[in-house]
């Protein structure tokens, strides 16, 4: 099942008020569909992640950037947040490690060009944002996959945005 929404954002502090909203959303579940971000550079990806980590409790201990050269940040928050950037990948097979983050169902998983994920390794459950910009703008399409609990969640939050 999957429903879509869209939604403009005027400005970067648009985008980071938009994040923290999804955080406080998230921290207040026990399960976490996994979000999947896809853009250009610049269109605001990490920007928006770092909007729903500052909003997480622990959030304020995060040193929050893009984990290009390491692949995985792990965050000291509420819940445990790992923010993987596949950008330098291009595709390429990723390691055990990697893989297991993705798949985990303890902790939030917030991906960063989330085109180069295999089809195998795409979380069943999950938020998918893709973002453009347009000069200080962004418009930001959220797609909700998913079945069962998971799903559930993210059509309530999906209506909230509504």
């Not at 429903?3 to 923290?20: E, H, M, R, V, W």
């Not at 390691?95 to 991906?111: A, G, N, Y």
């Amino acid at each position: 099942m999957q429903k879509k929404i869209s939604l403009f954002l005027p400005d970067q502090n648009a985008t980071l008020a938009l994040g923290g909203k999804l955080g406080r959303f998230l921290s207040c579940r026990t399960v976490y569909p996994a979000v999947l971000f896809r853009g250009e550079l610049g269109a605001g990806k990490t920007t928006m992640i770092r909007g729903i980590v500052s909003a997480l409790p622990g959030g304020d201990q995060a040193e929050i950037s893009s984990p290009s050269f390491n692949l995985v940040n792990i965050y000291p928050t509420s819940p445990q947040t790992a923010h993987v950037d596949l950008y330098r990948l291009g595709g390429m097979d990723l390691d055990e490690f990697v893989q297991e983050i993705l798949l985990s169902q303890d902790m939030l998983v917030l991906v960063e060009w989330s085109e180069y994920l295999s089809p195998g390794l795409t979380p069943a459950d999950r938020i998918e944002v893709a973002l453009s910009f347009s000069g200080e703008s962004r418009t930001a399409v959220f797609s909700f996959h998913g079945t069962g609990e998971k799903f559930s969640i993210l059509i309530e939050y999906s209506e909230i945005e509504e």
